[in-house]
């Protein structure tokens, strides 16, 4: 599997080095280490998960996820010398120095006015939180494979890591896959973590996509009037794309902007753990999940980013819930394809 490398430019507010010392993967924190299975907080839960245990202030922030890097990147903004919700990056990067013990870059910006975005079909974002090490999972694995085949669908497969004590550690799994699920839970007011999980626009949970309401929460989320209008278009270069962001009405909260990136097949023969003695298959298996920009819907803003590698990419706006150090995921207001 050829390895990606992403780098990304937006125009207006340079993040140089801001992800390349530690990419904010997941919002939320993923409690202290030996959190699972460590005292009454941390006991195994009846779903076959764990208890989200710990009560460590401190969040778990990875310091790598996947093999994307973000060069690069800067954002438009309304006025000189102002960036919309850049509190939030600066939340972000304070919070990833506190885990991390480490500097990360400072924003800095140079604002430029973007034009408005015409409104664009946006794909339904569909979640599955999944292991290799799961015995339950393969046919959640297979179901998501044929709702990656729709075009109105952008499924995508997260492995986390909690289950690699079990004998099989996940090549896929990142522990910043787990902790974006632990940020789901603790949005939910949850206290359990299970696999397979769904979750469907940032706001609907599932149990997997073989799960026959999987249909209806799609349709429902995509007959949901469009909040955020996006635009995506290719640059000069090979690799280069604009996108367009733009509110028709001032959004509650602000938004993080997300560029993923994934390999859109993948086969395993699994030697050891549950699932030992099985070839398994797998879509959309994300290998880089990077917070990009902070976005609070009050003024159109344009984004160029330079994709390098093979491995398609794709850019999500998410909601940024209130959380008590850092933001959790809300729901997600749009999603495209770089392509």
Not at 125 to 153: H, I, Y
Not at 195 to 216: K, M, N
Request: charged content about 15%; aromatic content about 6%; overall charge neutral.
């Amino acid at each position: 599997m050829a390895r990606a490398t992403l780098s990304a430019a937006i125009e207006g507010m340079i993040l140089s080095g801001f992800l390349a010392v530690a990419p904010i993967v997941a919002w939320g924190q993923a409690g202290p280490t030996g959190g699972f299975g460590a005292g009454p907080s941390g006991a195994a839960s009846p779903y076959g998960g764990a208890f989200l245990g710990g009560s460590g202030p401190a969040p778990l922030l990875p310091a790598q996820a996947g093999d994307g890097r973000l060069v690069q990147a800067e954002l438009s903004a309304p006025a000189p010398g102002s960036l919309p919700g850049a509190s939030l990056v600066e939340s972000l990067n304070r919070a990833l120095e506190r885990a991390i013990g480490q500097t990360a870059a400072k924003p800095q910006t140079n604002a430029l006015i973007a034009p408005a975005a015409a409104p664009a079909p946006s794909p339904v974002v569909v979640e599955l939180f999944t292991s290799q090490g799961c015995s339950a999972c393969p046919p959640a694995d297979a179901a998501l494979a044929k709702v990656a085949a729709r075009t109105d669908v952008l499924a995508l497969s997260l492995h986390v890591d909690y289950w690699d004590y079990l004998g099989w550690e996940d090549p896929f799994a990142q522990p910043a896959f787990t902790a974006r699920q632990k940020a789901y839970a603790r949005a939910a007011g949850l206290r359990t973590l299970y696999t397979p999980q769904v979750i469907v626009a940032g706001t609907q949970s599932l149990v997997s996509p073989a799960d026959p309401e999987l249909d209806a929460a799609i349709a429902t989320a995509a007959a949901a009037p469009p909040v955020v209008a996006m635009t995506v278009s290719r640059g000069a270069e090979p690799g280069q794309f604009a996108i367009d962001l733009s509110a028709p009405r001032p959004l509650k909260q602000g938004t993080v902007v997300q560029i993923v990136r994934y390999v859109p097949q993948a086969r395993v023969e699994i030697l050891r753990g549950e699932n030992a003695g099985q070839v398994l298959d797998f879509a959309n298996v994300v290998t880089a999940w990077h917070a990009v920009a902070d976005w609070d819907g009050k003024a159109p803003v344009r984004l160029k980013a330079k994709i390098e590698g093979e491995d398609p990419a794709v850019v999500i706006v998410q909601t940024a819930l209130p959380g008590k150090t850092v933001p959790l995921p809300g729901a997600i207001l749009a999603a495209g394809w770089l392509r």
